[in-house]
């Protein structure tokens, strides 16, 4: 009898077969729901009207739950939540001091419990069909459109939910929108952690549209509008979209960072997280860049140009696409590219030329070489546009060791002795830790051989945390630990990695 509810529920259900079922909430009904024994004396007729009547809009409260369950106090928070349910939609009057905000979140925190969700499901699809008053039963269909966003029926309900749904789309405009907040709780797992108060005031208003700043490399900001079940990857292949980006193995490769005041939280969003989750506090921004560069660079679109040219800008100028503090020549035509870049007429100043070179080579370096050089490579780049500048930067940088790599600045490292502060790249594959003077590597760890990451505390006030990775096969373990300022920026981007590229990594946190 209890089957409705004891399955656990599923993202990932079998499509409908074509066998006897036709999935209808009358079958439903049948097969789970509490038998009145009336109904067990007629037939015809009078049996098809009773059974039917299950599934209808009701007057009155229900003295037990819809569905048989085994569990008493299940079933006495089921005449809970009809109640709830009915007061919510005008059907009763409500308690006094309680308004619809709070009879919501009781109905949502009421579907926190695994056991009731199926039961609640019923509940209110029982109470739209055929509700005498539009008013009331449009209550009804918001809550269902919140509810199929937030938490999934059960595997055993799930196709007559569907099915509902489907056929309730032509007559009720709620019923698409539940349709999609249902294919997105099946694809992404549903909300689940409830929403704050501002936005479920503005869902009673009918205002469930928010408009999002995404910041993107370079200081272009780009604005949308996102939803109450809005998920990361739809925004980023919007973001795609805009610089010309289909095919879904290259979006793949760009991720959404929320930021925390300056620089205080940095983590890449996974792509199932639902925004409105993520941005309840005042304080954060999202911003994009580019993660994986394993598809083919293509520059066919302006912002794609632009967006790319400045996120490996930023990483050279900060010394992390290290180049020769010797190699003068190449120095001077990065900064000649950078000049044109802005589209600038009259030749640079020595504030300008200062500005072109990376900060770690900037006191290594002959200013007035490089101006030299930069003023020869000047009028042999004359005619470039700002754009072809821009491609020609990047095709440089794409020589240099670290290219496609998220590159951290790493104090220390065990067992290793360090002249100074060393580079540490990543990307899906692995770890490098590389010495910046000579460009070679100093160890590599892949990511498929990690088995644990440990965030490590400062040894001291104001120093520098760490993270220990335990790696290695079970015959020959290995630990090693890095000291960085990013050392929980870096465990995060290690464990989005993880997670794009795994379905399981056992041990991992």
Same mark, same amino acid.
């Given at each position: 009898?209890?089957e409705?509810?004891?399955?656990p529920?599923?993202?990932?259900?079998a499509?409908?077969?074509?066998?006897?079922?036709?999935y209808?909430?009358?079958?439903?009904? !049948?097969r789970?729901?509490?038998?009145?024994?009336t109904l067990?004396d007629l037939?015809?007729?009078?049996?098809?009207?009773?059974?039917?009547? $299950?599934?209808?809009?009701?007057k009155?409260?229900?003295?037990? /739950?819809?569905?048989?369950?085994?569990?008493?106090d299940t079933?006495?928070?089921a005449?809970?939540?009809?109640?709830a349910?009915m007061?919510?939609m005008?059907?009763?009057?409500k308690p +006094?001091?309680?308004?619809e905000?709070?009879?919501?979140y009781?109905l949502l925190k009421?579907?926190?419990?695994e056991?009731l969700r199926?039961?609640?499901?019923?509940?209110?699809?029982?109470?739209?069909?055929?509700?005498p008053?539009p008013?009331h039963?449009?209550?009804? +269909?918001?809550f269902l459109?919140?509810?199929t966003?937030?938490?999934?029926?059960?595997?055993?309900l799930m196709?007559?939910?569907t099915?509902?749904?489907q056929?309730s789309?032509?007559?009720?405009?709620l019923a698409?929108?539940?349709?999609?907040?249902l294919?997105?709780?099946?694809?992404y797992?549903?909300r689940q952690? $409830?929403?704050?108060?501002?936005?479920?005031?503005?869902f009673?208003?009918?205002?469930a549209?928010r408009?999002l700043?995404?910041h993107l490399p370079g200081?272009?900001?780009?604005?949308?509008?996102?939803?109450t079940?809005?998920?990361?990857?739809?925004v980023?292949?919007?973001?795609?979209?805009?610089m010309?980006?289909?095919e879904?193995q290259?979006v793949?490769?760009?991720a959404?960072?929320l930021? *925390?005041?300056?620089?205080?939280?940095?983590?890449?969003l996974?792509p199932?997280?639902?925004?409105?989750n993520?941005?309840?506090n005042?304080?954060v921004?999202?911003?994009?860049?580019? $993660?994986? +560069?394993e598809?083919?660079?293509?520059?066919?679109n302006p912002t794609?140009?632009?967006?790319?040219?400045?996120?490996?800008l930023?990483?050279?100028?900060q010394g *992390?696409?290290?180049?020769s503090?010797q190699?003068?020549?190449?120095?001077?035509?990065?900064a000649?590219? %950078?000049?044109?870049? *802005?589209?600038?007429?009259t030749?640079?100043?020595?504030?300008? !030329?200062l500005?072109y070179?990376? *900060?770690p080579l900037?006191w290594?370096?002959s200013?007035?070489t490089?101006?030299?050089l930069?003023?020869?490579?000047?009028? %042999?780049?004359?005619?470039?546009s700002?754009q072809?500048a821009?491609i020609?930067f990047?095709?440089?940088?794409r020589?240099?060791?670290?290219?496609?790599y998220?590159?951290?600045?790493v104090l220390?490292?065990s067992?290793?002795?360090?002249?100074g502060?060393s580079?540490?790249?990543?990307?899906?594959?692995?770890?490098?830790l590389?010495?910046?003077?000579s460009?070679?590597?100093?160890?590599?760890?892949?990511?498929? /051989? $990690?088995h644990?990451?440990?965030?490590?505390?400062?040894q001291?006030v104001g120093g520098t945390?760490g993270l220990?990775?335990?790696y290695?096969?079970?015959?020959?373990?290995?630990t090693?630990?890095f000291?960085l300022?990013?050392?929980?920026?870096?465990?995060?981007?290690?464990?989005?990695f993880?997670?794009?590229?795994?379905?399981? +990594?056992?041990?991992?946190?």
């Amino acid at each position: 009898n209890s089957e409705a509810t004891s399955l656990p529920s599923s993202m990932a259900y079998a499509s409908l077969s074509t066998d006897s079922h036709s999935y209808t909430m009358q079958e439903f009904a !049948l097969r789970y729901f509490r038998k009145p024994q009336t109904l067990l004396d007629l037939t015809g007729g009078a049996e098809a009207k009773a059974v039917a009547s $299950l599934v209808q809009h009701s007057k009155v409260p229900i003295q037990e /739950s819809l569905i048989s369950l085994s569990d008493e106090d299940t079933s006495r928070q089921a005449v809970t939540s009809f109640k709830a349910l009915m007061q919510f939609m005008g059907d009763q009057s409500k308690p +006094w001091g309680k308004n619809e905000l709070d009879l919501l979140y009781k109905l949502l925190k009421l579907c926190q419990e695994e056991n009731l969700r199926d039961e609640i499901y019923c509940q209110v699809i029982k109470q739209v069909t055929g509700h005498p008053r539009p008013d009331h039963c449009a209550r009804g +269909w918001s809550f269902l459109s919140l509810l199929t966003g937030f938490f999934p029926p059960s595997t055993t309900l799930m196709p007559y939910v569907t099915k509902f749904l489907q056929d309730s789309g032509p007559s009720q405009e709620l019923a698409q929108s539940s349709q999609e907040h249902l294919q997105r709780t099946v694809k992404y797992g549903g909300r689940q952690r $409830l929403p704050p108060l501002e936005e479920m005031q503005a869902f009673l208003k009918g205002q469930a549209v928010r408009e999002l700043l995404i910041h993107l490399p370079g200081g272009t900001d780009y604005k949308m509008n996102i939803r109450t079940f809005t998920v990361a990857t739809e925004v980023l292949e919007e973001l795609c979209r805009q610089m010309g980006i289909t095919e879904p193995q290259e979006v793949q490769e760009f991720a959404l960072f929320l930021i *925390k005041r300056e620089g205080e939280l940095v983590r890449p969003l996974r792509p199932g997280e639902y925004l409105n989750n993520v941005m309840v506090n005042p304080h954060v921004s999202l911003h994009s860049r580019r $993660l994986g +560069w394993e598809t083919p660079l293509h520059f066919d679109n302006p912002t794609y140009v632009s967006t790319h040219y400045s996120q490996v800008l930023r990483d050279y100028l900060q010394g *992390k696409l290290r180049v020769s503090a010797q190699a003068d020549a190449e120095i001077a035509r990065l900064a000649a590219l %950078q000049h044109l870049s *802005k589209d600038k007429k009259t030749p640079p100043s020595e504030q300008d !030329l200062l500005a072109y070179i990376p *900060k770690p080579l900037q006191w290594g370096v002959s200013v007035t070489t490089i101006k030299g050089l930069m003023g020869q490579e000047l009028r %042999q780049l004359q005619g470039q546009s700002s754009q072809e500048a821009q491609i020609s930067f990047i095709e440089a940088m794409r020589q240099l060791p670290l290219f496609g790599y998220t590159i951290y600045v790493v104090l220390r490292a065990s067992e290793l002795t360090l002249p100074g502060p060393s580079l540490l790249g990543l990307n899906h594959q692995h770890l490098l830790l590389m010495d910046p003077s000579s460009q070679k590597p100093l160890c590599s760890i892949s990511l498929k /051989s $990690l088995h644990r990451l440990h965030l490590l505390s400062p040894q001291e006030v104001g120093g520098t945390p760490g993270l220990e990775l335990n790696y290695g096969s079970a015959d020959n373990p290995q630990t090693t630990w890095f000291e960085l300022p990013q050392a929980q920026e870096l465990l995060n981007t290690i464990l989005f990695f993880l997670d794009s590229t795994c379905s399981r +990594w056992p041990g991992l946190p």
